[in-house]
Nanobody, 120 residues
Framework: QVQLVESGGGLVKAGDSLRLSCAVSGRPISAWAMGWFRQPPGKEREFVAAISWSGGSTYYADSVKGRFTISRDNAENSVYLQMNSLKHEDTAVYYC?????????????WGQGTQVTVSS
């Protein structure tokens, strides 16, 4: 059974940084693409960032480009999201997701989410 568990969320001030972690258990992620998504209050879930199975390619939403960095450690079966220069509009529940086919078109497994709140 595959489980994704996010951690690292919290309440911070605008301009602060946070690092989210996603620990995966049940299967190795080394061949999977991984992604981060978020759902702001009252809005639809949206793409934040994705990373290829090797870590050689990364993709970001325009709203976070230059401020967020996605990374992975296949040996630790984990994915990370470093978030710098946080803004109030980054407030959301952040979800980690796994794409078994590594196409970044459809994600197969999802975590339960971690809340990030940025006060202005």
């Amino acid at each position: 059974q595959v489980q994704l568990v996010e951690s690292g969320g919290g309440l911070v001030k605008a301009g602060d940084s946070l690092r989210l972690s996603c620990a995966v258990s049940g299967r190795p992620i080394s061949a999977w693409a991984m992604g981060w998504f978020r759902q702001p209050p009252g809005k639809e879930r949206e793409f934040v960032a994705a990373i290829s199975w090797s870590g050689g390619s990364t993709y970001y939403a325009d709203s976070v480009k230059g401020r967020f960095t996605i990374s992975r450690d296949n040996a630790e079966n984990s994915v990370y999201l470093q978030m710098n220069s946080l803004k109030h509009e980054d407030t959301a529940v952040y979800y980690c997701a796994a794409d078994v086919d590594a196409t970044m078109q459809e994600y197969d497994y999802w975590g339960q989410g971690t809340q990030v709140t940025v006060s202005s």
